[in-house]
T-cell receptor, first 112, second 116 residues
Framework: SQKIEQNSEALNIQEGKTATLTCNYTNYSPAYLQWYRQDPGRGPVFLLL?????KEKRKERLKVTFDTTLKQSLFHITASQPADSATYLCALINTNAGKSTFGDGTTLTVKP | DAGVTQSPTHLIKTRGQHVTLRCSPISGHKSVSWYQQVLGQGPQFIFQ???????GRGNFPDRFSARQFPNYSSELNVNALLLGDSALYLC???????????????FGSGTRLTVV
């Protein structure tokens, strides 16, 4: 079965810097990789997805890379702001089996 | 347009009881997925339903069951509750079974279940 590992330690950075979060996975099968943001007491909010044949995706200050050789995705937030403080989840979606596998998330704190 | 709505928002049950959680997807969304999220962990996939049929199932015991209605709303049922079932139960909707992969899932705010 698929397994996802994200940085277990919280990430603390200064406002204006770039935050980089890591997602490693095993037992890859045809899937899409998605990133979500989750605030305390709320459901995850979809941010970006990247397909297996794509290397990089951008949306405003967000950038996602997908390296199927390393079995790794990196999620970058440039020019970070305190409002970016949240838990970020990585998810592998297997459309063939109708299943999705989420990592445990990385908590990001951006200090002013 | 309303987002994904879940009810109730909070629930306290006694060990051994059963519980029914409800989810209304975004209008036009035909696929509903259920997840269990324990504090400090990511969401764990329980079920996916599309067009009233089960399309995917996670590694949960048979005490967990679900169904989808003709209006695409869904119920998650859990029988013989255990203390370990205490968690946030999330519902997510998407246009179609594969649409969640292409466009992302829209999650509700969840039902916080506490088993005592």
């Amino acid at each position: 079965s698929q397994k996802i590992e994200q940085n277990s330690e919280a990430l603390n950075i200064q406002e204006g810097k770039t935050a980089t979060l890591t997602c490693n996975y095993t037992n890859y099968s045809p899937a899409y990789l998605q990133w979500y943001r989750q605030d305390p007491g709320r459901g995850p909010v979809f941010l970006l997805l990247i397909r297996e044949n794509e290397k990089e995706k951008r949306k405003e200050r967000l950038k996602v890379t997908f390296d199927t050789t390393l079995k790794q995705s990196l999620f970058h937030i440039t020019a970070s702001q305190p409002a970016d403080s949240a838990t970020y989840l990585c998810a592998l979606i297997n459309t063939n089996a109708g299943k999705s596998t989420f990592g445990d998330g990385t908590t990001l704190t951006v200090k002013p | 347009d309303a987002g994904v709505t879940q009810s109730p928002t909070h629930l306290i049950k006694t060990r051994g009881q059963h519980v029914t959680l409800r989810c209304s997807p975004i209008s036009g969304h035909k696929s509903v997925s259920w997840y269990q999220q324990v504090l400090g962990q990511g969401p764990q996939f329980i079920f996916q339903y599309y067009e009233k049929e089960e399309r995917g199932r996670g590694n949960f015991p048979d005490r967990f069951s679900a169904r989808q209605f003709p209006n695409y709303s869904s119920e998650l049922n859990v029988n013989a509750l255990l203390l370990g079932d205490s968690a946030l139960y999330l519902c997510a909707s998407s246009l179609a079974q594969g649409a969640g992969a292409n466009y992302g899932y829209t999650f509700g705010s969840g039902t916080r279940l506490t088993v005592v």
